[in-house]
């Protein structure tokens, strides 16, 4: 059985945890998130792992949680290039985003298996994804807001878009890979051009 820790050691814990993920995911050399290897990298115990997470599946699902308020969190900072085309804006970053993550996921293992994991309950997964866009995207027509920019956001459009895209990357095994790249923007910028508008 696994030590009892304090609800501060829990919290310090499972972010050593999920960075030592993080870690994982970014080195070449794993197939699969090795949940041994992750303990000793954390110092804990395998049976203490199971103070926090009853399996493999939770661990990616804030893993990926973690990860994606990461790099939301760092593109705030880049709000203000947003002021020139707001449209625009959003759709780079859309496709950004989720070009990068196809790359992983085609390259890499260990991505592989999150993607695969993580979408054996598709509705937990968007909900963490939805719940985390739509804090981001008000908080951007916040600072348009702010800056007097004549701009709306139909932000439940855009998270339905977001819907889309996964749905899009689940489908590209069955597209040709010369008119995948060209229909995955022709479907993010059209999405963007219907629910972000200027007046």
Do not use: C
Not at 9 to 27: N, P, S, T, V, Y
Not at 102 to 120: A, P, R, S
Not at 133 to 145: C, N, Q, R
Not at 151 to 159: A, H, P, S, T, V
């Amino acid at each position: 059985m696994g030590k009892a820790y304090s609800e501060d050691e829990k919290k310090e814990i499972r972010q050593k945890i999920w960075e030592a993920g993080l870690e994982m995911f970014h080195e070449d050399n794993h197939k699969s998130l090795s949940i041994r290897e992750l303990t000793e990298r954390v110092g804990i115990s395998l049976g203490s792992y199971y103070n926090f997470y009853k399996n493999k599946k939770s661990l990616m699902l804030d893993i990926m949680k973690y990860r994606m308020n990461q790099k939301l969190n760092t593109i705030q900072t880049t709000f203000p290039d947003s002021r020139e085309n707001p449209v625009q804006y959003v759709a780079n970053l859309l496709y950004t985003n989720f070009w990068d993550m196809g790359e992983k996921v085609q390259n890499k293992g260990i991505y592989k298996e999150m993607f695969d994991t993580v979408l054996t309950d598709e509705k937990d997964i968007m909900n963490q994804m939805s719940l985390s866009y739509e804090i981001f995207f008000s908080e951007l027509t916040a600072y348009w807001k702010k800056e007097n920019l004549a701009y709306e956001m139909d932000i439940k459009g855009i998270l339905n878009l977001i819907y889309g895209l996964s749905v899009f990357f689940g489908a590209k095994k069955y597209m040709e890979e010369s008119y995948f790249e060209e229909l995955l923007k022709e479907f993010i910028y059209s999405g963007v051009n219907r629910y972000l508008t200027g007046h």
